[in-house]
């Protein structure tokens, strides 16, 4: 199928320091301070080490890291941290590539288990635990997961108990299913830990609260009534003694309470300047935030070191002979770069989405922006953008071990050892699809009480309300009505390729889909009694449950779109000409993947015809030819040198073995000592007779 477009010039070219500069963001100092860092032999994964000496090497590692002074950026200045929590959160993302047992076990260390005293403690917890904490002279685990609830957290099972005779809580899991799993630092060098469990005094149970409980002796020695199981090899992250904990009435003093949002007095009187407990629940949980937009960040750096490693192989390996005579290089092949060019595209995206969630991220900690308001569009935020990264990476790190051959399945090139590591990222800080069910929720809840007598028409244009209002400045906007066929498929392409239409017709997705599951709750309860409660409340949930997967395709819309915005909002900021080309071509790319993705819904739904369709994939296949030439820019401009890659196909060595080859064939040629191949003797036979 041709499609007729007005040629634009394929001269442009990118300046890399400047889309570098792009990517580094606003912690350009932080990233490469710990790029530097990570390019040091000493943290560097050893593909194949036995778990035992990864595990022993990996808390050395920790060791460097403070010796470096690597850690203690978002830490009070007082107690010799900087309060830089973006830089903190932006140089801990780039420790993905030295190690990602490293890097994860550090986030245990600093981002989990410190940063939980940090925020929900108070200031005597601070100057108790935190400077032994940042030394590593206190070792800990973060023990809120619970084998029997998992992303479940307001239903954990285990207690603290509060005794006002001994002014004590005491620690107890009551059934298997409340065993703390799956804790970094629980099977061997934890020697505390910030436990969750429902805070019971009085008879009341206040819900989740986080206690400091002592775990371990200095030795290594269990405590008494505390119980630790190794969880043993897992399908990547080796580095980590993952454990289980278990508590056996465990008693603790008053004061191990992290009493920021909930206090016990020593009479056994609960206190909470957050009245509700819900909120007060998701205020606690909301603190912990970082985790998640650590996760965003990591898996773009991963994504970015697969397809630099990819295309850089791909642009030197050869295979099957040309039209020129010679073999053709991988990249050439229009199948090659459909399976890379697409999710570099991709990257980009995630890459300055990333950068949009920690500037939220840093405005919400560092104080500057912090309200309530702000933590739940953060927390909103964090939610949709995790799952889609993290899902990213592993679709890239599979298409990339693929597309490399026998070479991408050798460990010494790297995408092995990060697919095993990253697999878990989709599930741990949450399992992606639970997140993306509560963006689902969020994006519902703004206009809930307006379906009580709204039609159709009135719930749309609150979803378009809640849209293009309350998460306007994530970059989000109102939206008018859907674009309509043209018939032509040329200006088809044409009125797709400007931002507004982008914008308009990824907009009009979400709206759409939130609206006809608002509508759907609605009609669930419309012949129910009112004044049945239970009743309503069954047919809600079956209701709910039967639109949860259309919930979480808008929730997935939503966060594209975002990613969308945050690109097309940094390439409108880079000032160099031939630089701000292949971005938008490299963003329009993005954009219509998106569309071409999911366009069964557009035609179903009427939003495009089956020609516009077809010219949707026509135009990617056209600004995917415009880009072969400029893929090794784009990925030079991560800014990945070949310490921090450590892929040998990604040194240059393929493209020498190949220019060793043609200049052997070449000279063997010229001195007339080249066989003729059997082949070009039959073709010879066949013209002479």
């Given at each position: 199928?041709?499609?007729?477009?007005?040629?634009?010039?394929?001269?442009?070219?990118?300046?890399?320091?400047?889309?570098?500069?792009?990517?580094?963001?606003?912690?350009?100092?932080?990233?490469?301070?710990?790029?530097?860092?990570?390019?040091?032999?000493?943290?560097?994964?050893?593909?194949?080490?036995?778990?035992?000496?990864?595990?022993?090497?990996?808390?050395?590692?920790?060791?460097?890291?403070?010796?470096?002074?690597?850690?203690?950026?978002?830490?009070?200045?007082?107690?010799?941290?900087?309060?830089?929590?973006?830089?903190?959160?932006?140089?801990?993302?780039?420790?993905?590539?030295?190690?990602?047992?490293l890097q994860i076990k550090s986030g245990v260390q600093w981002g989990l288990f410190g940063a939980a005293i940090l925020h929900l403690g108070t200031r005597k917890h601070h100057e108790r635990w935190l400077p032994d904490v940042m030394s590593l002279k206190l070792p800990g685990a973060f023990a809120m997961t619970e084998i029997g609830h998992g992303s479940d957290v307001a239903s954990i099972g285990t207690t603290a108990t509060y005794d006002p005779e001994t002014e004590e809580f005491e620690i107890h899991t009551p059934f298997t299913g409340a065993w703390k799993e799956f804790l970094g630092n629980a099977a061997l060098h934890g020697q505390a830990a910030v436990v969750f469990a429902q805070l019971i005094t009085r008879g009341v149970n206040h819900g989740v609260h986080a206690f400091f409980v002592p775990i371990r002796t200095p030795d290594g020695e269990m405590l008494p009534g505390v119980g630790s199981e190794d969880d043993g090899v897992k399908g990547g992250l080796n580095g980590i003694d993952n454990g289980r904990l278990h508590f056996d009435h465990v008693r603790i003093p008053r004061e191990n309470l992290l009493n920021r949002y909930g206090d016990v007095a020593a009479d056994g009187t609960y206190s909470s300047a957050i009245e509700s407990p819900g909120r007060r629940f998701f205020t606690m949980i909301g603190t912990l935030v970082q985790g998640r937009v650590s996760l965003d960040g990591s898996s773009v750096r991963a994504m970015q070191a697969a397809l630099a490693i990819a295309i850089r192989y791909g642009s030197e390996r050869r295979q099957f002979p040309g039209a020129s005579g010679r073999e053709t290089v991988l990249l050439d092949y229009g199948l090659h770069q459909r399976r890379l060019l697409p999710r570099l595209a991709q990257s980009?995206?995630?890459?300055?989405?990333?950068?949009?969630?920690?500037?939220?991220?840093?405005?919400?900690?560092?104080?500057?922006?912090d309200t309530p308001e702000n933590r739940e569009d953060l927390e909103t935020l964090a939610a949709a953008l995790k799952p889609l990264s993290t899902w990213a990476a592993l679709d890239t790190l599979q298409?990339?071990?693929?597309?490399?051959?026998?070479?991408?399945?050798?460990?010494?090139?790297?995408?092995?050892?990060?697919?095993?590591?990253?697999?878990?990222?989709?599930?741990?800080?949450?399992?992606?699809?639970?997140?993306?069910?509560?963006?689902?929720?969020?994006?519902?809840?703004?206009?809930?009480?307006?379906?009580?007598?709204?039609?159709?028409?009135?719930?749309?244009?609150?979803?378009?309300?809640?849209?293009?209002?309350?998460?306007?400045?994530?970059?989000?906007?109102?939206?008018?009505?859907?674009?309509?066929?043209?018939?032509?498929?040329?200006?088809?392409?044409?009125?797709?390729?400007?931002?507004?239409?982008?914008?308009?017709?990824?907009?009009?997705?979400?709206?759409?889909?939130?609206?006809?599951?608002?509508?759907?709750?609605?009609?669930?309860?419309?012949?129910?009694?009112?004044?049945?409660?239970?009743?309503?409340?069954?047919?809600?949930?079956?209701?709910?449950?039967?639109?949860?997967?259309?919930?979480?395709?808008?929730?997935?819309?939503?966060?594209?779109?975002?990613?969308?915005?945050?690109?097309?909002?940094?390439?409108?900021?880079?000032?160099?000409e031939g630089s701000r080309q292949v971005l938008t071509w490299l963003r329009d790319l993005f954009g219509f993947g998106l569309i071409e993705s999911n366009a069964s819904w557009y035609l179903v739904n009427g939003r495009i015809s089956g020609q516009r369709a077809e010219a949707v994939t026509a135009y990617i296949d056209r600004l995917i030819g415009r880009l072969r030439p400029h893929a090794l820019d784009l990925v030079e401009a991560f800014g990945l040198s070949p310490e921090l890659l450590r892929a040998e196909i990604a040194t240059g060595i393929e493209g020498e073995r190949q220019e060793e080859a043609h200049a052997y064939v070449e000279a063997q040629r010229a001195a007339g000592t080249w066989p003729m191949h059997e082949k070009d003797l039959y073709r010879a036979k066949k013209k002479a007779d």
């Open positions: 199928m041709s499609v007729t477009i007005t040629p634009q010039s394929t001269s442009a070219r990118i300046d890399i320091e400047r889309v570098g500069d792009a990517l580094l963001g606003r912690w350009k100092k932080e990233r490469l301070e710990s790029r530097r860092l990570a390019e040091d032999p000493r943290l560097h994964t050893i593909p194949g080490q036995p778990m035992a000496e990864h595990r022993e090497r990996v808390l050395e590692q920790l060791g460097i890291l403070v010796e470096e002074g690597a850690i203690q950026r978002a830490y009070p200045t007082d107690l010799g941290g900087s309060d830089n929590h973006g830089g903190n959160i932006a140089a801990f993302q780039e420790l993905v590539l030295a190690d990602p047992s980009y995206a995630m890459a300055f989405a990333d950068e949009r969630l920690l500037t939220v991220f840093d405005e919400v900690f560092s104080g500057a922006r298409e990339v071990r693929e597309a490399c051959g026998g070479a991408g399945f050798m460990a010494k090139n790297r995408v092995t050892g990060l697919r095993a590591d990253l697999d878990i990222y989709v599930t741990f800080e949450g399992d992606n699809n639970v997140l993306l069910q509560l963006v689902g929720k969020r994006l519902l809840t703004d206009y809930a009480e307006q379906f009580k007598g709204a039609d159709r028409a009135a719930l749309i244009k609150a979803a378009a309300s809640q849209l293009g209002g309350r998460v306007s400045r994530f970059g989000l906007r109102q939206v008018g009505q859907s674009i309509f066929d043209l018939g032509q498929m040329a200006r088809s392409v044409e009125s797709l390729r400007s931002p507004e239409a982008q914008r308009e017709l990824l907009a009009d997705r979400v709206q759409t889909m939130i609206s006809e599951i608002a509508m759907a709750l609605r009609e669930a309860t419309k012949n129910t009694p009112k004044d049945d409660k239970r009743a309503r409340a069954i047919a809600a949930e079956d209701a709910f449950n039967a639109q949860q997967h259309k919930l979480i395709a808008a929730a997935r819309a939503h966060a594209e779109l975002l990613q969308w915005e945050a690109f097309t909002e940094a390439v409108e900021q880079i000032d160099d």
